[in-house]
């Protein structure tokens, strides 16, 4: 395979709208291939996907689960051989006949980057296509503005590529993850922050990120990875709570993102939290880094980054998170109802910014609230597996998701729906 030769991309999904955003990369809501006519696209990101998940199979078991013919996948895997995204391995003894050709995947075949842009830390992830994080950096920066994240990026980004091995010419592109309304004023926010609502993102990144940019938000970006790296599909439906400096949400049904009618959906962080007790409160004000910083704040305390917050056996510090976990639980309860209720998702999956156990605890704690109220059905409630950077590594998967993984829009635009 030559390295130095781009890889050849297929078609990005029409339809993206004219500020440039993906318009919906979603997942498939199965692996069925389709032969009917002009659907090459979409059977090509199909069998890539497939092999994806096992990594290694046969060319008889690819057809076998997407149903398409012996003939089409023959070409197939030799177009995704001649791109170098898949590679043949061997046979595979121990059966009759003659044994089948192995067909892998080719992880140095392609590259995603992924940028996260939040109002606390900055976070830079770059995937191979098997989805492993080949290098990853981060920078705690409260409200960083346009140069200090281009400052970061060229500070950062040769030595991700160098710790990666990866190929330039083989980056499909970059996804950047921004909460909707990134300068929406929060505790302590600078006056100069709400620059961040008129600024071009492709003409701030392209001196120092010279690939195709697709911005999303951050939470659907974190629930997108996390449907992307369930590769059993045991949990097709799902809402991704991602507690940042601020609170957002991801719904996922059927393995496909939906965004709702004006693309904010999953907008947890904004319901009217009444247990606050105060006028205008909303679940946000507490349930976030940014409500637990200025708790910690009143109480005389420093708040670090957060994976130091278990570092302390100071009953101040102790006292505040105690009542904190408390106070959230009693916000998120009737949110978590009305997910429940409304979407009957396979499970609820906290992730973000919190270190791994205090999210354990707010989960638990929210598993005893639920409890206690007769549901129809109960969603398990669990920390995300893409608890960290889950942002930057969902992002890093939208260059893939746009040019070589399916979706469902590609499979209407062949011909089907």
């Known amino acids: 395979m030559d390295h130095m030769r781009a890889v050849p991309l297929l ?3 029409r339809g993206r709208p004219a500020d440039g955003h993906a318009r919906d990369a979603r997942l498939s809501r199965g692996l069925s291939g389709t032969n009917l006519e002009r659907a090459g696209d979409y059977n090509l990101r199909t069998v890539l996907q497939v092999i994806r998940f096992h ?16 003939p089409t996948i ?21 059966g009759r006949g003659q044994p089948a050709l192995k067909i892998e995947l080719c992880p140095e075949g392609a590259f995603g980057i992924g940028l996260t842009i939040d109002r606390d ?9 098997s989805g492993t994080v080949r290098a990853r950096a981060t920078r705690e920066i409260a409200f960083a503005g346009p140069e200090e994240v281009v400052a970061f990026l060229r500070e950062t980004l040769d030595a991700a590529l160098a710790e990666g091995a990866v ?3 083989r980056i499909l592109g970059v996804g950047v993850a921004m909460p909707d309304g990134l300068g929406r004023s929060l505790p302590d926010q600078p006056e100069d922050y709400a620059q961040w609502d008129a600024v071009d993102l492709d003409a701030l990144l392209a001196p120092v990120l010279p690939w195709p940019v697709l911005r999303d938000n951050d ?10 790296y369930d590769e059993t599909f045991s949990c097709p439906s799902f809402f991704y709570l991602l507690i940042t400096a601020g609170l957002g949400g991801g719904l996922i049904i059927d393995r496909s993102y939906h965004r709702g009618a004006h693309r904010r959906s999953g907008e947890i962080g904004l319901i009217p939290d009444p247990s606050a007790g105060r006028a205008g409160a909303i679940v946000q004000d507490t349930v976030s880094l940014a409500g637990l910083r200025v708790r910690l704040a009143a109480a005389g305390r420093a708040f670090g980054s957060p994976e130091t917050l ?5 009953p101040v510090v102790c006292a505040v998170i ?12 009737q949110p978590f109802v009305a997910v429940t209720t409304l979407f009957d998702p396979d499970a609820i999956l906290i992730g973000g910014r919190l270190p791994g156990w205090l999210i354990v605890r707010l989960a638990d704690g929210l598993k005893q609230a639920l409890a206690a109220i007769e549901l129809p059905a109960r969603p398990e409630i669990r920390p995300a597996r893409m608890a960290q950077d889950a942002p930057a590594i969902g992002a890093a998967m939208l260059p893939f998701m746009d040019r070589l993984l399916p979706s469902d829009s590609i499979l209407i635009q062949a011909g089907r729906g």
């Open 11 to 13: 078609s990005p999904e």
């Open 55 to 70: 990594r290694e199979t046969t060319r008889v078991a690819i057809a076998n689960e997407t149903g398409l013919t012996p």
């Open 74 to 94: 023959a070409n197939i895997t030799g177009r995704l051989t001649d791109m170098g995204l898949v590679r043949t391995a061997g046979r595979l003894h121990g």
């Open 121 to 129: 830390h900055l976070s830079l992830a770059i995937l191979d296509l």
């Open 167 to 169: 190929d330039r010419a």
């Open 219 to 228: 939470a659907a970006t974190a629930a997108l990875g996390e449907a992307q």
């Open 310 to 314: 278990g570092e302390h056996d100071d």
């Open 322 to 333: 105690d009542q904190w976990v408390q106070d959230s639980v009693a916000a998120l309860t």
